[in-house]
């Protein structure tokens, strides 16, 4: 390969010490070599930054310590230092529980140089790993070319949130002090100036554990809210976005809607579902509305009866669906 640019992989770390060393390797082990990696211990309170100093050693290693935890959802937050840091003309963040299969960087690298400039984001499709069952499960959230702003609007996130290899002047596009820097948010961002492609194969894993950040529901509503808020604030992007702004975050909400009340939060539920029809009335006569409409108005203890019954159905299908197409480790 005779372009040869510096990619910059970015690994925040919280209390993982289990998983971090496997996450290091699978960058380690890239069949592309021109790589510097910056790691972020994120005040871990246990032997995660132990097992991180184990790679000072490394060429093209930086390891950011904070003395104390930096929550997700704060300005300028724990992956802005890092992005201000990185020296590549190519950027990839990596969750310090999930990893790369070892072709990533090369077949996303191939890509952009056979890629129109005006590609900024290349994504790729991935698995879930499941580590309670050992499987690993085939995922793939969307096979769009081009400015898929659009598909953002209309249905929902495009990509696997460590999948995209990204150009730098991406984030000197949106920002990096941000809250949501380091974050599924910045593809959305970004997906308003430049366009993405894609490698059709599969080359991360995202770790499904019982400590997923994305477990705690009401950390991540909020994160969504304030996120809306300011996004959706800005004239630029409601002038690009029209009335489809309305439509993604009335579905967003939908969405937590359900969640909540899988999880027997009446309350939650009903207020992320009156934000649902605020920003869109008609969202009331969709399937997942008119549903929200008639548990909602259930008594309690029905309601909480047949929540309960639907977080095992869902629990079933999606195990039915790993013993089927899961792989096993």
Not at 95 to 108: A, G, T, V
Not at 135 to 164: Q, T
Not at 197 to 206: A, I, P, R
Not at 298 to 310: E, K, N, T, Y
Request: a neutral charge; hydrophobic letters at 40%.
């Amino acid at each position: 390969m005779s372009y040869n640019p510096l990619v910059t992989v970015i690994i925040p770390c919280y209390n993982h010490a289990k998983y971090i060393s496997q996450c290091i390797e699978s960058v380690i082990s890239q069949t592309y070599k021109n790589i510097e990696l910056i790691v972020i211990d994120n005040g871990s309170t246990d032997s995660s930054y132990d097992e991180i100093k184990k790679y000072l050693d490394l060429q093209n290693f930086q390891l950011i310590r904070h003395a104390v935890n930096i929550p997700p959802g704060v300005a300028d937050g724990v992956v802005s230092l890092a992005l201000k840091k990185a020296k590549g003309e190519y950027i990839s963040v990596l969750y310090s529980d999930d990893w790369f299969l070892p072709e990533k960087i090369e077949k996303q690298i191939d890509c952009f140089i056979c890629a129109p400039s005006s590609v900024g984001v290349v994504y790729c499709h991935g698995y879930r790993y499941f580590e309670t069952t050992g499987n690993l499960v085939k995922w793939d959230m969307g096979s769009e070319r081009g400015y898929v702003f659009p598909y953002y609007l209309k249905k929902g996130d495009l990509v696997i949130p460590v999948s995209p290899l990204v150009k730098k002047y991406c984030y000197n596009i949106i920002g990096t002090d941000h809250q949501w820097s380091g974050s599924e948010f910045d593809y959305f961002a970004m997906s308003q100036f430049v366009d993405f492609d894609y490698v059709d194969e599969h080359l991360v894993v995202m770790r499904d554990h019982d400590s997923n950040d994305a477990k705690n529901i009401e950390s991540v509503y909020a994160r969504n809210c304030a996120y809306n808020d300011k996004f959706f604030s800005n004239h630029s992007t409601i002038s690009r976005a029209g009335s489809e702004a309305f439509l993604r975050m009335s579905r967003v909400y939908l969405i937590f809607a359900r969640d909540f009340a899988e999880t027997g939060n009446k309350k939650m539920a009903r207020s992320a579902f009156l934000k649902a029809i605020s920003c869109r009335p008609v969202s009331v006569f969709c399937l997942r509305g008119m549903i929200m409409i008639f548990y909602l108005f259930l008594p309690d203890a029905v309601f909480f009866r047949s929540m309960q019954f639907l977080r095992v159905l869902r629990s079933f299908l999606r195990k039915s669906k790993s013993t089927i197409s899961g792989l096993a480790v």
